[in-house]
């Protein structure tokens, strides 16, 4: 085919190894087709060990059936119209997501060990659309977990909100929780780059966000000092969204466009902060 008839410019002619500039729909197109590759290699790896999906289900199980049972009976904690139950299942949804997001950073660590980060590295592919594409794989592997947390709390009696829109609505809640701190798990790999240091600040990370948050008790009893770290948590948003689209009485908080809103900017963020510092893992 000449230049003529691929629509090539004849100022260009002369030079035709020339790139042209893309349109912003191209390359936003080419991105998210770059995202996506990356989201589905990544979640292709659940096929040779599913087992880890089960075993991550094992805590958050235990807290419905142990400490969601004692405390609904014992009724210390004040939920309104809500019974504890039903109060906490949100929350408990909510944490199993940050249990399996929190510690998703390791994976990039043992990429770089064997040798896979170099390849990622040395392609066309923007930095930002691999950490986006791992957070995304990230959401995918907690949709699993939805599904047992519904299972479970269908079996405890919990009043759940069976509207399409609403189940819609805490699967798009679950993937943005999921690929914020799977995101947020990829600086802290990028900033200690080695297994034993990630381990360990995400153990301590991670009851912290639980607890500041509004996953097992309401905000307004807890401290001042406690409450003004819940407000910049976005695990409270993530359980606040969760609460008002998972139960057939629930009401948020904030309301969802605040929740939504909170979770997409935090999230575009870290993906840009996390781009940027996605090769010092290789350093």
């Given at each position: ?65 142990v400490f969601g049972q004692v405390f609904n009976q014992v ?87 069976w509207n399409p829109l609403a189940l819609l609505g805490v ?79 629930g009401a948020s908080a904030y309301g969802l466009g605040v ?25």
């Amino acid at each position: 085919m000449t230049l003529q008839e691929q629509g090539v410019p004849r100022a260009d002619w002369a030079n035709p190894g020339l790139a042209r500039p893309t349109s912003p729909l191209a390359s936003l197109v080419g991105f998210l087709d770059k995202t996506a590759t990356i989201a589905e290699l990544e979640a292709r790896k659940l096929r040779h060990d599913p087992t880890e999906l089960i075993t991550r289900a094992v805590q958050p199980a235990l807290w419905l059936l142990v400490f969601g049972q004692v405390f609904n009976q014992v009724r210390a904690i004040p939920t309104g119209d809500l019974r504890y139950i039903d109060f906490m299942a949100p929350g408990i949804l909510a944490q199993s997501v940050l249990f399996i997001a929190i510690f998703y950073g390791i994976a990039v660590i043992w990429e770089r060990d064997l040798g896979i980060l170099q390849k990622f590295l040395v392609s066309p592919t923007p930095r930002t659309a691999i950490v986006l594409g791992k957070a995304l794989s990230a959401g995918v592997r907690s949709l699993s977990q939805a599904v047992i947390i519904y299972i479970l709390t269908l079996l405890l009696g919990v009043h759940l909100n069976w509207n399409p829109l609403a189940l819609l609505g805490v699967l798009g809640i679950v993937l943005l929780g999921a690929a914020f701190f799977s995101t947020f798990s990829l600086i802290i790999a990028c900033l200690v780059k080695t297994r034993e240091r990630f381990m360990g600040i995400g153990q301590v990370l991670t009851m912290p966000l639980f607890f500041a948050s509004n996953a097992i008790y309401p905000i307004a009893i807890m401290p001042p000092w406690l409450q003004a770290i819940s407000h910049v948590n976005p695990l409270t948003y993530e359980v606040d969204a969760l609460r008002a689209l998972m139960l057939a009485n629930g009401a948020s908080a904030y309301g969802l466009g605040v929740d939504y809103a909170v979770l997409i900017v935090a999230l575009a963020v870290l993906v840009v902060i996390a781009g940027r510092l996605y090769p010092n893992v290789a350093a």
